[in-house]
């Protein structure tokens, strides 16, 4: 238990300041003054200013922000100056709202290059170490339920799937999707199995079955062993390895939109926070590699949920300036901050209805990976 809590809060402390470091780099490149950088949200246990920024460590460890000069929550701002300031004085030319379109789209999209940089500076890490388990285009079963069908038809932990009904697997989704569409009905597993062995295997997925086993009986790991490449190559397979967990994110974010909206449930592959603080804890037991290829994906995740054109987040705010860039139009402040505010009300929403699934698998003794 203390590993978990330790390696989760060392984890998320590396992730928040990796992506709120790009803020604060780009915006203090740029001129743009910055009044505080800070880990956690208020309230403030303890602050230190050093120049012009209040440097400060908050009670609530869950993430972290950096404010900038003339910025209010919808990302416009103003700064109130006495009557004797001109609006050229030096610090009104370094409030955030009166920079250029570029430089607060820079400055808003910063975080999100930062987090996809460590992913890819540590995959390209790992691609240089033999031997570290990742993720992958292999599917592979992790675990199986004793007296299960996957069990009975003579399947074993360590088996590959390669294809179904003969369908190339290359992902557990995938292997959920055929099951689902196939219950009560007999399919053809293509497996390899740990002596690289090929066989086929018929099976028929049963229609009623416990929740926290599947239709199958089994667990599913989308683990490879990375090979190693040579150290100039390295950086070249991490970027491309990155880009592909990037879109296969994108791909598990729509399945998580249409399954809460249209059937009302979280789907079983689904990590909210308590879930992840789980498998920091199991990453950390396999060693520091190990737990790096976590760290590597978590930030991937941050990156691509981040950007995406959601209120409230930097996407959101990007995508208003980028409105602003096309139209030559601002959105007027009080539109964007309400747009922001919903958008909050809906992410925190979403957030508790995972951790309370989170709540649940842990009670209930479901697994973390996908099971089918």
Known sequence: MLLTIVSFIIVLSVLVLIHELGHFLTAKKLGVKVEEFGFG???RIYGKKIGETLYSINLLPIGGFVKLYGEDDAGAGKV????SQRPTTKD?????????????????????IMNFLLAVAIISYLY????VPTAGDKVTIAQLVPGAPAQKAGLHIGDTITAINKTPITLAD????????NLGHPIVIQIKNQKNQTSTIA????THYPSNQGALGIVMSN????KKYPWYEAPIRGTIDSLQQSWMIVQGLGKLVNEVAVKR???QDVAGPIAIAQLTGQFAQYGFNSLLSLVALLSLNLAVVNILPIPALDGGRFFFILIEAITRWKIPSEVEGRVNAIGMIVLLGLIVLITFHDIFRLFTGQPLLPKM
């Open 92 to 112: 009104q030319t370094r409030a955030y709202f009166t920079r250029p379109v570029w430089q607060r789209g820079a400055i808003v999209v910063a975080g999100v």
């Open 80 to 83: 109130s100056l006495s009557k």
């Open 128 to 131: 240089s170490v033999p031997g």
């Open 41 to 43: 949200f208020p309230p």
């Open 223 to 226: 683990n490879n062993i990375l």
């Open 203 to 206: 099976v028929i997925p049963r």
């Open 265 to 267: 449930e979280v789907p």
């Open 174 to 181: 995938q292997v959920s999707t055929l099951v689902k569409k």
